[in-house]
């Protein structure tokens, strides 16, 4: 499964930005895309989840501010973001498994280019 992450930019404090994963290849074998973010000089930390079914779980974080959902026609997962803070600043990263229970970044082993998303204050 080949996945492409894209839609960051620069934005405002209290802003919005809505990200987009784009899944290719063996994409029936993927259950679950989870959204990560990783700062400068912080470890890389699960965002969102969600599953095939539609059921999502955020980072406490970001949890009244960011939706996770999917477009299952354009094998495509959206973040959307809103009430961006500049602690969100950073590179977002997709990925992809076969289960909810395994979308820890421990998990994987391979990650994509990601997105940067920088907030300004």
């Known amino acids: 499964v080949q996945l492409q992450a894209s839609g960051g930019g620069l934005v405002q404090a209290g802003g919005t930005l809505r990200l987009s994963c784009a899944a290719s290849?063996?994409?029936?074998?993927?259950?679950?895309i989870g959204w990560y973010r990783q700062a400068p000089g912080k470890q890389r930390e699960l965002v969102a989840v969600?599953?095939?079914?539609?059921?999502?779980n955020y980072a406490d974080s970001v949890k009244g501010r960011f939706t996770i959902s999917r477009d299952n026609t354009k094998n495509t997962v959206y973040l959307q973001m809103n009430s961006l803070k500049p602690e969100d600043t950073a590179v977002y990263y997709c990925n992809a498994g076969r289960s909810m229970l395994r979308m820890l970044p421990t998990n994987f082993d391979s990650w994509g280019q990601g997105t940067q998303v920088t907030v300004s204050s």
């Open positions: 290849g063996s994409t029936s074998r993927i259950n679950a």
């Open positions: 969600i599953n095939s079914v539609g059921s999502a």
